[in-house]
């Protein structure tokens, strides 16, 4: 690996690590300075609160409008994407069942007043206005994510069948989304002086809380991957590629896992994913199908952080993570982090998700925690859904090939040797 490359790929999430660390020296031993600055730091929230509605918009129709060939690529994408959604889901259930054995935060960081609770809605509306708003100008909300997830698909599709990339719209959608991207970009560069603010007045204000509740989050979470790797892996290729798969998979998910970690970056690591799954005895079209999408689709480890994320924002305002939950949460982990992850900007989308359906009250508290949890779980959390891509292979090698397509590879190989 170019070390100049690995360098170029931590730089920033050094710097907002940096950043994080000294506001919570700043906010320790200064906590006057701290809640005086916390402003700066507002300013950085407001500016992405701002941009999210059209961002959304933007890249999730823009993305449905401009598919090229609206058919699936049959048998492997349909497997790919199920496994993909499967193993997303196994992953956030671990995660919270590990968040009701040891919960990241066990002192609250503030106790919120309870909210006067009107009558239950039926289960009608809450599916209709968890999809839905009651008019067009009910989108244009931070609130209403899902219902604007929605409109964006349908939107999309409509372009899509109207003329597609071709089309006027099309094009402006394409366009659009990049634009809000460098937009996204140019706050971006803001977001260390505001992570200083905010974890400045967050030391401030909470004082150790804030110290003991990240670093319990990390001693589950770092540890956690690696225990993932050396079982549910096993798993997964005993599972895809029979008797000989697990030996396969260890002689081989080295080099993906090292790549991933060198460059934090899953789509660096897809020339290297191809590489071994070639050698494996992957047929080429299920690698080629496999690994690229899941680059952007596979993400078992960030299904595990988004649920920690939402485990630790309940701790932190002082509310219950109760077993009742559990289905909710797995459902907005694989959303927001399989689902969400492919579109541009998606990273901020899931985010957003999580914060307007279980934080509508607290987004402003909830968007930073959620934001520095993801930095620093980043690492880790790219290696897994990497590593896991190779993995994958396997599972969908099994339902195009054949059960013993292990088997015959192993085979061919012997004798050609």
Avoid at 234 to 246: E, I, Q, S
Wanted: charge should be neutral; hydrophobic fraction near 50%; proline fraction near 5%.
């Amino acid at each position: 690996m170019d070390k100049k490359a690995v360098m170029k790929n931590y730089r920033f999430l050094a710097i907002m690590l940096g950043a994080m660390i000294g506001g919570c020296i700043v906010g320790w031993f200064f906590p006057d300075f701290g809640h005086l600055i916390k402003p700066a730091g507002t300013l950085f929230i407001n500016m992405m609160f701002c941009v999210v509605v059209p961002l959304v918009f933007a890249s999730i129709a823009g993305s449905v409008a401009n598919m090229r060939s609206r058919k699936r690529a049959g048998k492997i994408m349909g497997t790919t994407v199920v496994t993909f959604v499967v193993t997303g889901a196994i992953a956030a259930c671990i995660m919270f069942l590990l968040m009701k054995v040891f919960p990241p935060v066990l002192t609250p960081w503030a106790e919120l007043p309870t909210e006067a609770m009107g009558e239950h809605a039926s289960l009608a509306d809450m599916i209709v206005n968890f999809f839905t708003a009651d008019d067009f100008v009910g989108l244009l909300s931070r609130s209403a994510m899902l219902p604007l997830i929605v409109f964006s698909i349908l939107f999309g599709f409509a372009t899509n069948l109207a003329g597609g990339p071709d089309s006027l719209v099309g094009q402006f959608l394409e366009s659009l989304t990049q634009v809000m991207m460098k937009f996204v970009q140019i706050i971006t560069y803001y977001a260390p002086i505001a992570f200083f603010a905010i974890f400045a007045d967050l030391m401030a204000t909470y004082g150790a809380n804030v110290l003991t509740s990240y670093g319990r989050a990390m001693i589950v979470y770092y540890p956690l991957c690696f225990i993932y790797i050396f079982t549910a892996f096993p798993l997964f290729a005993w599972f895809g590629g029979g008797k000989h798969g697990v030996k396969t998979m260890f002689q081989n998910i080295a080099r993906p896992a090292i790549v991933s970690l060198g460059t934090c970056s899953s789509a660096a690591t897809i020339p290297t994913n191809l590489k071994v799954a070639e050698e494996t005895g992957v047929s080429k079209d299920v690698a080629g199908m496999v690994i690229p999408l899941g680059a952007t689709m596979h993400m078992d480890g960030s299904c595990f952080s988004c649920v920690l994320k939402i485990a630790f924002v309940f701790g932190a305002l002082g509310q219950p993570f109760h077993w009742s939950m559990i289905v909710p949460v797995i459902l907005v982990a694989v959303l927001s982090s399989v689902g969400m992850s492919g579109v541009p900007g998606g990273g901020y989308i899931g985010e957003y998700i999580i914060c307007s359906i279980f934080f509508p009250q607290n987004i402003e508290v909830a968007f930073p925690i959620l934001v520095a949890i993801g930095n620093l779980v980043d690492p880790p959390a790219t290696m897994i859904n990497s590593a896991g891509d190779y993995v994958v292979t396997y599972i969908v090698s099994r339902f195009t090939d054949g059960k013993d397509w292990l088997d015959k590879a192993l085979s061919k190989k012997s004798t050609v040797s």
